[in-house]
Nanobody, 117 residues
């Protein structure tokens, strides 16, 4: 089993920054990719960013390009999402996920990000 624990969410004013972390534990030796989705109230879950574990290649949603940066520390099995120039529309619960070769996707419990105008 894999456990994912997010941290770093909170309340910030528009234009501010937050850094989210996602720590993976358990059977984490076969990671292909990790990433983030978010879900705003009354909306579906939306892709935010992902990173391949071995190469560290990032992918971003258009809505966050140039503002968010995803990274990972393989030694710590931890992924990060640096969020800058935050907007009220970034308000959501942010969920991290982990994809391993040959298994289904694992999800974290989510962390709330609230951006006030």
């Amino acid at each position: 089993q894999v456990q994912l624990v997010e941290s770093g969410g909170g309340l910030v004013q528009a234009g501010g920054s937050l850094r989210l972390s996602c720590a993976a534990s358990g059977r984490t030796f076969n990671i292909y990719e990790m990433g983030w989705f978010r879900q705003a109230p009354g909306k579906g879950r939306e892709f935010v960013a992902s990173i391949t574990w071995s190469a560290g290649s990032p992918t971003y949603a258009d809505s966050v390009k140039g503002r968010f940066a995803i990274s990972r520390d393989s030694a710590k099995n931890t992924m990060y999402l640096q969020m800058n120039s935050l907007k009220p529309e970034d308000t959501a619960v942010y969920y991290c996920y982990e994809d391993q070769y040959g298994t289904s996707r694992y999800w974290g419990q989510g962390t709330q990000v609230t951006v006030s105008s």
